[in-house]
């Protein structure tokens, strides 16, 4: 196959207006990544799908990420002159990274059996902008995948046939597997070493702890005294 | 015996403008009935008896298996691996240790690349066979297939208990090699089991592939276009039934298959009988290289001495890494960060996209129909709806 | 009541004296009629429990039934996710009394391994009453027939009269749990305070 830096000249000269990015993977064995614009995904999918030499016929798998607003902090060594005498110093610097949703397809080839090509989607934001295009028309496959996505992260794929929710019920609010989801405290207090446990448990019953740990401790002192 | 032309005459009668004639019946079969392998819920309409439009309906055991893989460590998702296709937990746990290895660059040492395959290859078997029971169930087959499978499950899951001390969940595969090593005697033991499984299948296959009923209900029901079957990203033996030669075990090569010669059962149909007889060949398979892998296996550490357990933070990155599952494609992906826990965990799961045609290949066909196509789909819900 | 040494001696001279009541309980006890009813993992140990090794049908509870209407068990074998919750409570008002519950492994009795996540309810017992409670994931299919033996102990130990008759035999008392409905995040009520509430805390 040839590399991401051929294939990425190859589309940009076939499909008109496309920006494409290659992301880096740190992960020596992993697969660097084509993050494509929104607008131009469904074209540069098609072109990828159609393509002779790429025959890329197979969505293995389609995924939500979720990156919500961060900042990132990087040190960076600075040379600095203080009284005369030069001197390395780390500074701290702060960058803020907007908050985007992201899907990721894994595209193989079934034909020419190989892959393979990840490709990126970004929404602009995580809030009111989540729209993308569904892919759905070009893989059958990503039918489910993108119906999950919605479900579990509220990207919107426009032009999908059937986006409803899949796994949580209709009347769900909230999208579960974004970072900033707090799950219902229906935890009861139970004696186990798991500490986040008993933090939930803390705060759903506040009151009912402290109230029974006290009647508790006054019945033990009665027993004790009344044997 | 039905032909292809009898079947596509069986469809709904349309007015001009394309609605079916008469009162259509919808029926919500599950999430609770007998036959749907589970909590897994179909919303079917009906015009008589002929399917003209099926929903599936997921959820019913949601378990948030990505979420919770989010917030623990790497290793602690291994366990929960083995509860997501809890009929071949040793496979999920080979994926899941596959893309981590791959994730953190580890060396598998050849002993436990062995075991892994043997492993792999008896879950394979066990899987199989148990689904050939279960949809010929769904058939009307009550009791005596499922009796026979399961016989014969009992004897691979004691092999998987004597070594991992647990049946089902086995727990048992680690980031660079194997929990613990197999001994002489597993082996030997072993042996026997494989040796006796072909005479099984042959049992198995005088009561089954010839069978009038199974052919009947069939052949040429639930036909699967080959090119519907690759655009929906269908794997496993679903798509090699539906005649594309595409197995993992020879496209990726992963472990070591590339030493092992076996062939890639492939179907001419796509309909479920050759769904079954894909099965049953690939089980057929992978007695053969189970048998060389059992003569083969080299004496060795069965764990990289590199990995370590506690602590395990891998660099940042992401993978993607798949094997072949016995229902299709199981792929894992992660994304890290730097910490103990993955920022991103994704299971691909096999019998989730295998179901994205169900409705297509179940139009036009009866209802106890779709009964069949189901059972051949070979679902878990606990892998599809994790 | 006639008692236990009278009752040994007719018995060596072939005579056999028994009451309604252990008569009754007897039947009940060896003729169990669990419901087809798997959830996720434990379903397969289940159903390895029916199959030739285990053979359940020694404890006379093989004959699993696909209708509520004619079983007398339920096995909850797995994990009950909030969407499948109401479902379960359904099927359980659908089954006839006198019915039993047993909640077979770590997941149905509190959520088990998945009781961090969002969609899974922490323990049946939240809506429904449970007799027998296996532990294990997933319990053997031995557990199993512990279980079974222990819910045989259970039925034979009824009494038809009196204040500890069960509950089914009280006429004041409503037969049908109330099912809850989903709601926006969770069910609604999150449990049924009736059958349960959060244990009072002893630290």
Redesign the interface.
Known sequence: METLEQIKARIEKSVPLTKLDILP???????RSLLVEAGRAFDVAKFLRDDAQLRL?????V?G?DWPETVIKTKVKKKVVVEGVEKEVEETIETLRSGHLEV?Y?LYS?AL?HG?I?LRLRTENRADKTHLPSLTPL???????EREIFDLYGVIFDGHPDLR??????????F??RKD?V??D?????PTPHD??LVEAKKH?PV??DA??AT?ANNLNKESMNP | MNTPSQQFEVKPKLDESGSPIGELLEISMGPHHPSTHGVFRMDVVLDGETVVKLKPVFGYLHRNHEKIGENISYLASMPYTDRLDYLCSMTNNWAYALTVEKLAGLAVPERAEYIRVIMAELTRLQNHTCLIGFFVQDMGALGTPMMYAFREREKILDLFESVSGARMMCNYMRFGGVRVDVSDEWLAETKKVVGDYGKFLDEFETFLTENEILLARTQFVGVMPKELAISASITGPMLRAAGVNYDLRKVDKYGIYSRFDFKVPVGEHGDIYDRYMVRVLEMRESIKILTRALADIPAGPVMDPKAKLRGFRPKAGEVYGRVEGPKGELGFYLISDGSPNPYRYRVRPPSFINLTILEDMCLGHKISDAVVILGSVDIVLGEVDR | MIEAGLKNELQKQGVYVTSLQELYNWGRANSVWPLTFGLACCAIEMMAASMARFDLARFGAEVFRPSPRQADLMIVAGTVTKKMAPLVVRLYNQMPEPKYVIAMGACAISGGPFKQGYNVLKGVDRYIPVDVAIPGCPPRPEALLHAIMTLQEKILNQKLTGPDRPRHLKAEVEGAYPVPVYGRHDLEPPNNPALWQPPAIKR
């Open positions: 993977n740190e992960c020596p064995l992993g697969e016929d197979y969505c293995s798998n995924t990420v990721v894994h079934m059996k393979p990840v893989w059958r496959g990503a039918e489910f995948q929710r899949i796994l949580m019920w209709d009347e769900f609010v909230g579960p597997m989801y799950a219902p229906d935890f009861e207090y139970e986040e446990v019953y009912e702890v029974v740990a508790t």
